[in-house]
């Protein structure tokens, strides 16, 4: 073994092992193993920071996906923006009704909900179709008052002085007393195949009087005047109801039923509308 070692002296491949090698190439010599070894160089990994979740809306609002911002230069613009004619603007035209006009002012929110100013400008034009629509039935209210009280100036004396007896009460009061002389118009007809409507009608007379002395102050005058109406209902009624078709009419209802009902009628009238 000695003498290998003199006349062959230890290889590279020698020191590092014993055994046979089997690779065909030859070792390469004066080698030194300490510059030949590298170590093993960790490696590297690359971190991925988290991602915000996306949906729908970042699509439709033009988000960027690395950075959960928004680009609202994506977003559609209301085209009609500097349109005056707030009609033309919602496009719709000036006899639309106002569901027209409502579904129109909608479709174009929804359409460009994320623009600012195109909403603001939908808007505006909304409102300013509002605000033109009431002063335009405010202005027709008061031209009707106005020719009402035209009219009233230009008719004859003798008109004028019977306007003088009359006022408007407030509409509670009027619907007070519709009910209680309506309900007495029921009761008559309901009770006519037993007993005339005599009792009906001496009610309503009493409560005409009532009502009229509460604004007159004045029990005689209040008399007068409720007994003339049931007079003038009861001469109207006993003309008008004869013209009525008896096919309207029901077998029960007598010509005394049927006069009673008008004479409440300008009962509740006195009451009301008379100073």
């Not at 970042?58 to 209301?78: E, H, M, Q, T, W």
């Not at 002012?105 to 195109?118: I, K, T, V």
């Not at 009910?179 to 009761?187: D, E, P, R, S």
């Amino acid at each position: 073994m000695s003498a290998l070692f003199l006349f062959n002296p230890p290889s590279c491949c020698s020191r590092l092992s014993l055994r046979p090698s089997h690779r065909r190439h030859p070792c390469p010599r004066n080698v030194d193993l300490l510059s030949a070894w590298k170590p093993k160089v960790p490696r590297r990994t690359r971190v991925v920071a988290p991602r915000s979740p996306s949906c729908s809306m970042d699509v439709a609002l033009g988000g960027v996906a690395d950075g959960g911002s928004y680009d609202f230069r994506n977003i559609p613009k209301f085209p009609r923006m500097n349109v005056w004619d707030p009609y033309k603007r919602l496009g719709v035209t000036h006899d639309a009704s106002e569901e027209e006009i409502l579904d129109a002012r909608n479709f174009l929110l929804n359409q460009y909900a994320g623009h600012e100013s195109s909403v603001e400008s939908i808007e505006a034009a909304y409102e300013k179709i509002l605000m033109a629509s009431f002063w335009k039935r405010k202005k027709s209210k008061i031209n009707l008052k106005s020719r009402l009280k035209n009219k009233v100036e230009e008719s004859p004396p003798w008109i004028k002085r019977l306007l003088d007896y009359v006022e408007m009460p407030p509409t509670d009061v009027i619907l007070r007393r519709l009910f209680l002389f309506g309900f007495m118009g029921a009761w008559s007809l309901l009770n006519s195949a037993e007993t005339g409507p005599a009792f009906q009608v001496a009610l309503s007379l009493l409560s005409c009087v009532y009502f009229l002395n509460d604004k007159m102050k004045n029990v005689l005058r209040a008399s007068l005047t409720g007994f003339a109406a049931l007079v003038i209902g009861w001469i109207v009624g006993s003309i008008v109801v004869p013209m009525i078709p008896s096919v309207l009419l029901q077998p029960t209802w007598t010509l005394e039923l049927l006069t009673s009902l008008i004479s409440y009628i300008f009962l509740f009238l006195a009451c009301t509308f008379l100073k």
